[in-house]
Structures are given as structure tokens and as C-alpha cells.
């Protein structure tokens, strides 16, 4: 008899507040589920990207975001953040807007989607719902994904 070993897939889902904290609270969350599961090689790229969108979330909204990290079987790890605005930014949207811009050297901001471009094997976004009045998923869905196939 063959035995048969599933793939070490998972997922975590976390629901963050409209608050300057929630960024730190998506890196820790993160970070302990990563050393968990032993992906050390991923851990910086992950816990950076996952910052930036959950940061944009919070500067870009009123509400809530929601953070979901998932090991996929084929050993990637795709993390997608929700919020509630409308709009997916370059370079999560369609061509002709799928690069970001430069950033000139004495901005302040403006460098995170750059990272997710540069550092995330892939990535997308979507909407989410159709924001009727009875809609309360409408927003966006932005992910990235790392990890060799």
C-alpha cells in the first residue's frame, strides 16, 4: 500500500480595525504564522508586502480591512487584503495602468505598491461585490503571491 502525503496547506484570516495599528498587527500575525510553518525564506518579503497593503487599506478608507494568508500546495503563499474602497491602484489593475511610477528620492510615500511590483511573484485585485445599498462586501480585493512553483 502507497501512502499518500497531503500538501501542507493553510490559511489564516484576520479581520482588521480602521486603526494606525492594524498594519503592526497584520506583520505580527505574519510573522508568528510564517515561523510557524517554518517559511523563514519568505518571511521579510511577506511581512513587508502585507504592511504596505494593510497600510494603504488604513490611509485609503474609513473601515475595516480583512487580511487572509494562504499556503497554497504547490509551496506559494498568497496573502490578499480587503477594504472597502472601490478602486484597484496600479499595479493590481489592467493595463495601461499595470506599473507604478517612480517615486521621486524626497517623497515621503509612495513606494509600497512599487514594492509588491518588485518583490511579489505575482499579484492582482479585483472588485468585490457590487456596492448596492444591501452590499456590505463592495471594495476591492488586492493579493500577491511568493514562493516557487
Excluded at 25 to 44: K, Q, Y
Excluded at 100 to 105: D, I, K, L, Q, R
Aim: net charge neutral.
Amino acid at each position: 500500500m502507497d501512502t499518500v502525503s497531503l500538501p501542507d496547506t493553510w490559511v489564516y484570516a484576520l479581520r482588521l480595525p480602521h486603526d494606525p495599528r492594524a498594519a503592526r498587527v497584520a506583520r505580527m500575525t505574519v510573522r508568528a504564522a510564517l515561523s510557524g510553518h517554518g517559511r523563514h525564506e519568505v518571511l521579510d518579503t511577506v511581512e513587508l508586502l502585507t504592511s504596505e497593503l494593510v497600510t494603504n487599506a488604513y490611509r485609503h478608507t474609513r473601515g475595516p480591512a480583512s487580511l487572509r494568508l494562504t499556503a497554497l500546495a504547490d509551496g506559494r503563499l498568497r496573502v490578499g487584503v480587503w477594504d472597502s474602497h472601490p478602486r484597484i491602484p496600479a499595479p493590481f489593475g489592467k493595463p495601461p495602468w499595470d506599473r507604478v511610477s517612480s517615486v521621486p528620492a524626497e517623497a515621503e510615500r509612495g513606494r509600497g505598491l512599487r514594492l509588491v511590483q518588485e518583490y511579489a511573484d505575482s499579484w492582482g485585485g479585483l472588485p468585490v461585490g457590487d456596492g448596492g445599498p444591501l452590499d456590505r462586501g463592495a471594495g476591492k480585493l488586492l493579493w500577491f503571491e511568493v514562493g516557487e512553483c
